[in-house]
């Protein structure tokens, strides 16, 4: 079965360009996640969605950052405009349920903002 | 708000030692409780996880946790560690009222 799908794998891009960061998550799943890492801040969760509908999205750091899942097998993460401090690996995950199921994490997208 | 706390970022051990990765939690609920693995250039995969029930879970790989109630620790041990063991483990833990919050991250580095 195909797991979690995140394109680009890597993008490098300069700042004030709009990224968008693309997922497919596993079919039948109705819950996605998208997390960013970074070696300072470590996983940090930016937003969920459940059934397509964003329940969660205190972690989203500001408002250059917004998240869209226009159907349960497509969600797009756009940073505009994007800055240095973007710079990270992100990845998109979905399960089941949102609770006592584990989540399916993708390859990651590694963004480098110059 | 719940935390979770790894308390070793990084930990050396020679192939075919004993390893464990510790965890501790705080929460005022109940949780779930989950260990991750990260493999350079990768996503997470999902070690083991415990529910309820049984407070010796075991996973994928040899690994096996323990979740202690009182100490709120959900300690990772492998009995003989490989080469091929080598990578970042995250522990996790879900209240049931968001998503997961994980821990730091250890990075074990397994020795030949």
């Known amino acids: 079965d195909a797991g979690v799908i995140q394109s680009p794998r890597h993008e490098v891009t300069e700042m004030g360009q709009e990224v968008t960061l693309r997922c497919k998550p596993i079919s039948g799943h109705d819950y996605l996640f998208w997390y960013r890492q970074t070696m300072m801040r470590g996983l940090e969760l930016l937003i969920y969605f459940n059934n397509n509908v964003p329940i969660d999205d205190s972690g989203m750091p500001e408002d250059r950052f917004s998240a869209k899942m226009p159907n349960a097998s497509f969600s797009t993460l756009k940073i505009q405009p994007s800055e240095p401090r973007d710079s990270a690996v992100y990845f998109c995950?979905?399960?089941?349920?949102?609770?006592?199921?584990?989540?399916?994490f993708g390859d990651g997208t590694r963004l480098s903002i110059l | 708000a719940q935390s979770v706390t790894q308390l070793d970022s990084q930990v050396p051990v020679f192939e075919e030692a004993p390893v464990e990765l510790r965890c501790n939690y705080s929460?005022?609920?109940?949780?779930?409780l989950f260990w991750y693995v990260q493999y350079p250039n990768q996503g997470l995969q999902l070690l083991l996880k415990?529910?309820?029930?049984?407070?010796l879970v075991k996973g994928i790989n040899g690994f096996e946790a323990e979740f202690n109630k009182s100490q709120t620790s959900f300690h990772l041990r492998k009995p003989s560690v490989h080469i091929s063991d080598t990578a970042e483990y995250f522990c996790a833990v879900d209240t049931g009222r968001r998503a997961l919050t994980f821990g730091s991250g250890t990075r074990l580095q397994v020795q030949p």
């Open positions: 929460s005022s609920v109940s949780v779930y």
């Open positions: 995950a979905s399960s089941l349920r949102r609770d006592n199921q584990p989540q399916h």
């Open positions: 415990y529910l309820s029930g049984s407070t």
